[in-house]
């Protein structure tokens, strides 16, 4: 066996949501679990090759966080946003902040999204990325992020041979790391339909997933069915197109032919018709929606239908959105607010939204979302909150302290006191 063996063991181990065992331990090899369980199977296993590199006496071992929407560079704007009095309002304010902070207020603001999101125990993070430019200076990341390179053609149209190598440059750019990329076209009133059709193209062609914002307010929904409303009175003033207004739905827009619908993560999904659940319930598991609890909440916007969605078959997952709708990266708090609203959910579902639901969107199943052998040494040690079954997941939740460790690629990025380090290296390696 190549590589020295590294264990943790905690008073109880998760290896994914909904099982719990007593006194467990994760074994770890070069970033990777490589065994995992019961701490006196795993002991028997293994015998003298294995020490134990840290014991939690009062903690639980449970998978890495996957928070399925944010956008690191936004982080900074939680200390100047208000809640505004419409959607076009918030979007017009969200543009004259961006003109005002320069490169490196906005790299500081990444890094600081990163510190905040893994020092709340999220492994995973897919962020959106308006400023493409700024990825090669982002540097070590503590965390793996999927960059989902944003794009508008609100003003100039895009070709299918820029589109296509401009997401190559952008893979290029990117350090064969942690992480992943895709593409993601903003949302209908910031891309057109041709950018839509493009990026699902060019998402079957690179095998990636891509990512857009639909159906987020009443007045997306109004603009693109009513011609009217806040949102489409701002947009006419900015010179857009408004010829796609022709009463389809957002979600209609965005999804055009349906047969070359690819990996894609519908971001909101708030405002719907009959029209938008027979295309939901026809496409299913070829999508993931994410719902971001806080940032509804931030904009008033009425109940999400999650009920709905279970109902035709849709899998939900769940996103912190951004410092612009004043949320923070800590994924758990989105949970525990998704929770309280949604009374019917059980915390193990919930914990799910979190793990396994978007790992295997993103067709990493094998090796986010869970702990088993073969999987990513992506993990985080919760103070134990007692209880048993569905009572000690919702403790989970519920317990205000963060996490006591954090450990991702198989590197503790996170100590006991919540101090996140940048710069270390793997041991084993
Ligand atoms: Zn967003």
Known sequence: MRGFLRVIRA??????????????????????????????????RHGGNCGIEEEFEDGVIFPGLINSHAHLEYTCMKRAILPPKSFASWLERVGMMKRTISDWEFLDSIREGMAEAVGSGTTTVLSMLSMPQLLPRVGEAPLRVWWFYELADLRHRIATDDLIAGALMFFDQQEKGLGGVGLSPHSPYLASRELYR???????????????????????????????GELFEFLVSLGRDMSDCMGLTPLQIVLGELKEIHRAILIHLNYLDERDEE????????????????????FGHKPFGCRRMEELGVPVALGTDSGATRSSLDLRKELRV???RNGWIGAVQGWRMVTRVPAVMLRMGPYIGHLRPGAYADFVVWKDPGGEGEDFFRGL??????PIGVWVGGIKRVERDGEVKWGVEEMDK
């Open 11 to 44: 008073k109880r181990f998760v290896p994914e949501a909904g099982v719990v065992m007593e006194d467990g331990a994760v074994v770890v090899r070069e970033g990777q679990i490589v065994d995992s369980g019961k701490w006196r199977d795993v002991k028997r």
């Open 198 to 228: 493009l990026t699902q193209l060019c998402s079957l062609r690179l095998g990636m997933p891509w990512a857009t914002h639909v159906a987020e307010s009443a007045e997306e929904y109004a603009m693109f069915c009513r011609r009217s």
């Open 279 to 298: 295309l939901l319930e026809f496409l299913g598991r070829r999508l993931m929606l994410v719902h971001c609890p806080t940032s509804h909440l931030f």
């Open 338 to 340: 998704f929770l309280q």
């Open 397 to 402: 939740v519920e317990q205000e302290e963060g």
